[in-house]
């Protein structure tokens, strides 16, 4: 009969998948180290599988022992939600949410919202992940994408959070000379991955013989190069005022204006989770967007 694992085998994996050695495992299951020693052969011989590997990092888990480990992490987070709801006798928020959206949007957008209110949900995990497509909804990669465009896709449902526009910015030493002669300042760009962008089509309509002197893979890394002085950009106008020594010197670029959307899968609306980070999200992300 295949041998059967339960929870004390989970707890004995974790804590020497986060410890790497049998001191610090044996520290944080109260135990002594030749206790964890037997335990962890005994687990490892039933199971018929190697677990940890010993090296002079430590003990490294296989790839089995991470897989155990991250269930042994997932079952961790449903007492402490059990724990929680016992003492506040309410119906606790919990479950882990997998969320996507672009770097720049994370860093400038989303962020600042989670650190407002997810101390308050101690129960509930994000996976966050960045990306510039939907396929990861699509593929049921993630549960809700943050996304700025103009045309969500119809297989989703979620709510449009406002619009922002796309300005020229750099260092204000570099204002005369975009006025008189765009071509006459160092421009950074997106590359060839993000060629369809609406900045990048503003740029080829309105300055068809200019050429970027730098191109980058996303808005993050572009608004960086703008802050060392390289060049200037075309950026979101909610990114500018975080770049410090970066100001608009021009008014909003025409044909560039694009909303943001907080979308999810239909099948997952109805998830208390999702819910809630819909209703937390929305208010502090439209705030955001009318700075």
Same mark, same amino acid.
């Given at each position: 009969m295949q041998y059967q694992i339960n929870h004390a085998d989970l707890a004995l994996v974790l804590a020497? %998948?986060?410890?790497?050695?049998?001191?610090?495992?044996?520290?944080?299951?109260?135990?002594?180290?030749?206790?964890?020693?037997?335990?962890?052969?005994?687990? %490892?011989?039933?199971?018929?599988t190697?677990?940890?590997?010993?090296?002079?990092?430590?003990?490294?888990?296989?790839?089995?022992?991470?897989?155990?480990?991250?269930?042994?992490?997932?079952?961790?987070?449903a007492l402490d939600a059990a724990r929680i709801a016992l003492t506040s006798g309410e119906q606790v928020v919990s479950g882990t949410v997998r969320l996507t959206c672009t770097e720049a949007v994370l860093h400038s957008l989303l962020l600042p919202a989670l650190a407002e209110f997810m101390p308050n949900y101690?129960?509930?995990?994000? %996976?966050?992940?960045?990306s510039n497509t939907f396929a990861n909804l699509s593929r049921r990669d993630a549960d809700i994408a943050l996304r700025l465009t103009n045309t969500p896709p119809e297989h989703l449902v979620g709510r449009c959070l406002g619009s922002t526009s796309y300005v020229v910015c750099g260092q204000p030493t570099l204002r005369e000379r975009l006025q008189e002669s765009?071509?006459?300042?160092?421009?950074?760009?997106?590359?060839?991955?993000?060629?369809?962008?609406?900045?990048?089509?503003?740029?080829?309509?309105?300055?068809?013989?200019?050429?970027?002197?730098y191109q980058c893979s996303g808005m993050s890394t572009i608004a960086q190069l703008v802050t060392t002085g390289l060049g200037v950009a075309a950026l979101p106008d909610y990114m500018v005022h975080d770049l410090?020594?970066?100001?608009?010197?021009?008014?909003?670029?025409?044909?560039?204006?694009?909303?943001l959307w907080l979308l999810t899968r239909p099948d997952c609306r109805a998830l208390r989770s999702v819910q809630t980070l819909f209703e937390e999200l929305t208010p502090r992300l439209r705030d955001a967007m009318l700075r």
């Open positions: 020497l %998948e986060r410890g790497r050695s049998l001191a610090k495992a044996a520290e944080l299951l109260k135990v002594d180290v030749s206790t964890v020693f037997r335990s962890i052969r005994r687990l %490892e011989s039933a199971l018929g190697a677990l940890f590997v010993k090296s002079r990092k430590g003990y490294l888990p296989t790839d089995t022992a991470q897989a155990l480990a991250e269930q042994a992490e997932r079952a961790e987070q101690p129960a509930l995990s994000l %996976e966050m992940g960045t765009p071509a006459s300042v160092p421009w950074i760009a997106p590359d060839d991955a993000m060629q369809d962008h609406a900045t990048v089509v503003w740029r080829n309509q309105h300055h068809p013989g200019l050429v970027p002197r410090p020594g970066v100001e608009a010197l021009s008014g909003p670029l025409p044909g560039c204006d694009t909303q």
